[in-house]
């Protein structure tokens, strides 16, 4: 299994993101309130795009990476699991979602399918998501996840609220 699943939820088609995704994914970061809390703006488009082409080249782990999210045929946004920061040992997951996407549960829809399969297919014993604090939105995906807040950490140099899932919390695909 070396290239991720795709899923399929009541709304949802999330499949493995592919250099075709490029252009929407650089027009959903070109938004600043999408950006508001990632602690980065970029401000050099080449710069941004050989980063979001390099993330989607990256060789991960079997059956992780980043999944494109689509309503319908429509690009709305991404998950990621991976490696944290791509070194680990922690893997991460992580969402983002273009701004007409928010505020309709699609973020917890689309993550749900993801975080089961890290600890039920993957059997990974935990994954952490990290989310400056502020972030109430990202906060309530992760809580809804059924993931627990663990503590402060600091993450690329700013600090976050670490949220953790374990294969022995409350399941993730209720």
Known sequence: MNEPPTFRTPRLILRPRT???IEACLAMDDDAEVMRFLGV???DAESHRIFVEART???YPPGMGYWSAFLEQTFIGWIL???LDLLGPEIEIGWRFVRRAWRRGYATEAARP???HALQT???SEV???IMPANAASVG???KLGMRLAGPAVHAGYDVSRFIAGRFDAPAGG
């Open 141 to 143: 995906v992760a809580r």
């Open 122 to 124: 993957l059997g990974l």
């Open 41 to 43: 703006r970029w401000t």
């Open 128 to 130: 952490v998501a990290d």
């Open 81 to 83: 699991l991976t490696p």
């Open 114 to 116: 993801i975080l089961a």
């Open 57 to 59: 080249r990256h060789s």
């Open 19 to 21: 250099l075709a995704d």
